[in-house]
């Protein structure tokens, strides 16, 4: 491991691209100073809702070194997701977009076991971990760090030439690399994602309130019953959202994704308003086999449905 962290960070970004991501930044890792003062005022208002495991791991949710042993740089990649058709039925209940095909924890997951296999037999002993959205690491401020997009007023990462439609993942290493600077917000005077959240959940710009958004309602919150005063404003989403998106002028870059594994079940995207209403167990298991609609399990897809009727 005697040669330039640039010769390193260049073999890196290569084998990214080859396993399917469409950026791969990085960024050197140390302590999320601006993050942390805004994740203690989130976290104080309430705005996690009833997401308590956002209260845990606090100092390691700012600092990768206490996550991987002598961690020196943080690479963020970015997997497209944009689906290339649409639900038929326009008033059948929605899914985001996200949630077409595979679980995108299982497909980037492998894609990352690859991409650090290859660090290891390419570069040499390497250590470090992979992360798919489920340990405590800041995935946005990192991707905003390394490059990827600026963060949006709807708090997603949006990238110039490819909107937002794409999942973020990690890996933390303990080997140096050459560092890529963030790049310039281009939000400009829009609000059109506030202007266009139904539960108003986009509270000002650059900060949402997780208890009022519609992901968090259908997806995270465990309720036998959603709350009332959501009744009507759902605009029709029975698992996640995404109006604050759809509604972004930089997502009419949005390219498909040429990801097999992200395609849907070839029965998802027919089902009609009466076949939602009416799906049965074994249809959600077989539709959802691998997807991450099973997160909210038969039972929370159907409450969500009930709640929309």
């Known amino acids: 491991m005697d040669k330039p962290s640039a010769y390193y960070s260049q073999l890196i970004k290569q084998k990214s691209n080859d396993l399917g991501f469409f950026y791969c930044g990085i960024s050197k890792a140390g302590f999320l100073e601006q993050e942390a003062s805004q994740l ?23 600092d990768p070194r206490l996550l991987v042993d002598n961690a020196k740089s943080v690479v963020s990649l970015a997997l497209n997701y944009f689906p290339e058709n649409l639900q038929n039925d326009p008033s059948a209940p929605k899914l985001s977009k996200y949630a077409y095909g595979e679980d995108y924890h299982f497909v980037i997951k492998d894609k990352l076991k690859e991409l650090f296999s290859f660090i290891q037999h390419t570069i040499g002993e390497v250590g470090g971990r992979i992360f798919v959205d489920s340990a405590p690491v800041m995935d946005k401020a ?7 997009g600026w963060m949006g007023k709807n708090t997603n990462i949006i990238h110039p030439k490819n909107g937002s439609f794409f999942f973020i993942a990690e890996l933390i290493l303990d080997l140096e690399l050459q560092e890529d600077g963030p790049i310039k917000d281009y939000c ?32 995270e919150l465990k309720d036998a019953i959603l709350p009332n005063e959501f009744k009507g ?10 109006v604050c998106q759809d509604v972004c002028p930089w997502n009419r870059f949005s390219k498909p994704h040429n990801e097999p594994r992200f395609n849907p079940h070839a029965d998802l995207l027919v089902m009609t308003s009466n076949d939602w209403k009416e799906l049965t167990q074994e249809v959600f298991s077989e539709l959802f086999k691998l997807s991450a609609v099973k997160r909210t399990k038969f039972e929370g897809l159907k409450r969500n449905i009930d709640f929309l009727i």
């Open 40 to 62: 203690e005022q989130w976290l104080n208002e309430q705005k996690n809702g009833k997401m308590s495991y956002m209260e845990n791991h606090f100092d390691k949710r700012l």
């Open 142 to 148: 990192w991707a905003k760090k390394a490059g990827m």
């Open 188 to 219: 400009g005077t829009c609000t059109r994602c506030i202007d266009a959240c139904p539960t108003d959940a986009l509270i000002e710009p650059y900060k949402i309130d997780a208890s009022k958004c519609i992901s968090y309602l259908t997806i």
């Open 233 to 242: 404003k759902m605009d029709n989403w029975a698992f996640g959202c995404d």
